[in-house]
């Protein structure tokens, strides 16, 4: 069954464009120009991945990515004339998980979703037949990592996640006590290699923090070592 991408962009044009070399390349393309009907596309149609414009009538781009987020893990990819750093870190804090500014290249799009869709949300160092990994044992009860389910559980209830989200803590769990360089997560979660930007990587981990620290302004278990990178400590 082919992947399903919804296409969000009000230009006729390249909505068009996207969805014709979309198709071309295999994917099964549900496109929408405004939220309020993409917004329906997701609980209708389940989308694989999403490409997503910011600048749109009614309800906007980020509105639209929050909006979703709450329910869906499918990777989003922004595309915008809006170049902005403040622009960028708040489409990416909204639950965007990549960032590419027009004018760009449809071959560009394509790599960049073919790198989401590439790495399934295992980290590859886990040994195989392992089905969880206890990341933290403290504060109301235990952080497992269940990579054969593909959720991160405290206790009995399930901590949402982004496949992004997933996939860089799996590389820190495995990396359990050494620090990873931005440029090693990077090419590790987002396997992409010179696309990389590392502001993604400061954004996704603080959006990660949020989630699994008990107090995201002063880390205890995703820690940052100033100047090399990112830890996980886990107690």
């Given amino acids: ?21 979309m198709e071309d390349e295999g994917y099964d393309v549900v496109d929408r120009s ?10 209708d149609e389940a989308p694989d991945l999403m490409l997503v414009d910011l600048m749109l009538g009614g309800m906007d781009g980020f509105s639209f990515i929050r909006s979703v987020r709450p329910t869906s893990s499918a990777p989003i990819i922004v595309l915008s004339a809006r170049a902005d750093t403040h ?3 708040a489409a990416l804090e909204a639950g965007a998980d990549d ?19 590439r790495r399934p949300p295992v980290a590859p160092s886990e040994p195989a037949g392992s089905a969880g990994a206890v990341v933290v044992d403290r504060h109301g009860g235990p952080l497992v990592l269940d990579r054969d389910a593909g959720v991160l559980r405290r ?23 050494r620090v990873l360089s931005r440029r090693q997560l990077l090419e590790t979660v987002w396997d992409r290699g010179y696309f990389g930007d590392e502001r993604i990587v400061d954004v996704h981990v603080r959006r990660l923090r949020t989630k699994i620290e008990p ?16 830890r996980l400590d886990p107690r």
């Fill in 155 to 177: 206790g009995d209830v399930d901590v949402h996640l982004t496949v992004t989200e997933f996939r860089l803590l799996g590389e820190l769990v495995s990396a359990a006590g």
């Fill in 215 to 230: 107090d995201a302004a002063r880390p205890e278990l995703l820690v940052t070592v100033r100047g090399l990178g990112y």
């Fill in 34 to 43: 405004d939220a309020e009907g993409a917004l329906q596309a997701v609980r």
């Fill in 1 to 21: 069954m082919p992947p399903r991408l919804l296409v969000l962009e009000d230009d006729d044009g390249i909505r068009t464009a996207l969805r014709m070399s």
């Fill in 99 to 117: 960032y590419v500014t027009k004018p760009f290249e449809v071959k560009e799009v394509s790599a960049r979703l073919r790198a989401l869709r």
């Fill in 87 to 89: 622009d960028i870190v």
